[in-house]
């Protein structure tokens, strides 16, 4: 079963708006990671967040992470063409996971100029 | 440059053969992860190893292989048993505990099996 899912599972905007995608995860965890992937290639770690945390800045990027409600949400703002990706989150369960991160389905995000 | 490299980027095979997929890092990590992407269904874990001579099962292992005789390299076997083995293979690696550390990944290779 997945730890993490992502909402929406798509979304699109013009430029300069700003997209908000959300995490729930299931377990308990250590930290929660955003990462990024442009079609047909690897994923780019964006930001992470520790559970211990309740909101974290990179750039344009702003992660929140509540855990008593088990979800997390990634805003990025000012959003340009160039941010068109897919965006998943990615959880331990908590150093259980036995060294394993297990990811969402992700949210493909679509920004037209 | 430090980085993570898979090869090839795209590889056909007919069914019933094996293939193997090459993954290389000169990131000086110890752990290193194969990751199966399909349409629609995220990534999904195959196999990790957290230090040379050491493997683990991941959530989809059956049909699959690992080797780890060498910290810089993870090769992947897709066997003959793997019953749906076209999908997009995701390597990644990562120098301490996943729950603190990024994953780094390569650029994939996209496998199809006709």
């Known amino acids: 079963s997945q730890q993490g899912e992502e909402d929406p599972q798509a979304l699109s905007i013009q430029e300069g708006e700003n997209a908000t995608m959300n995490c729930s995860y299931k377990?308990?965890?250590?930290?929660l990671q955003w990462y990024r992937q442009n079609s047909g290639r690897g994923l780019v770690h964006l930001i992470l967040?520790?559970?211990?945390?309740r909101e974290k800045h990179s750039g344009r990027l702003r992660v929140t992470l509540d855990t008593s409600k088990k979800s997390s949400s990634l805003l990025i703002t000012a959003s340009r063409a160039a941010d068109t990706a897919s965006y998943f989150c990615a959880t331990d369960a908590g150093g259980l996971g036995g060294g394993k991160l297990i990811f969402g389905q992700g949210t493909e995000l679509s920004v037209k100029p | 440059d430090g980085g993570i490299t898979q090869s090839p980027k795209y590889l056909f095979r007919k069914e019933g053969q094996n293939v193997t997929l090459s993954c290389e890092q000169n990131l000086n990590h110890d752990a290193m992860y194969w990751y199966r992407q399909d349409p629609g269904q995220g990534l999904r874990l195959i196999y990790y190893?957290?230090?040379?001579?050491?493997?683990q099962k991941g959530d989809i292992a059956e049909g699959y292989s690992v080797s780890r005789e060498k910290k810089e390299s993870f090769p992947l076997t897709v066997t003959s048993a793997q019953k749906n083995p076209t999908a997009f293979y995701l390597c990644?690696?990562?120098?301490?505990?996943?729950?603190?550390?990024?994953?780094?990944f390569g650029n994939g290779t996209r496998l199809t099996v006709t």
């Open positions: 990644a690696s990562t120098g301490g505990p996943p729950q603190n550390s990024p994953l780094h």
């Open positions: 377990t308990s965890i250590n930290n």
């Open positions: 190893s957290q230090i040379v001579n050491d493997f």
């Open positions: 967040i520790r559970s211990n945390e």
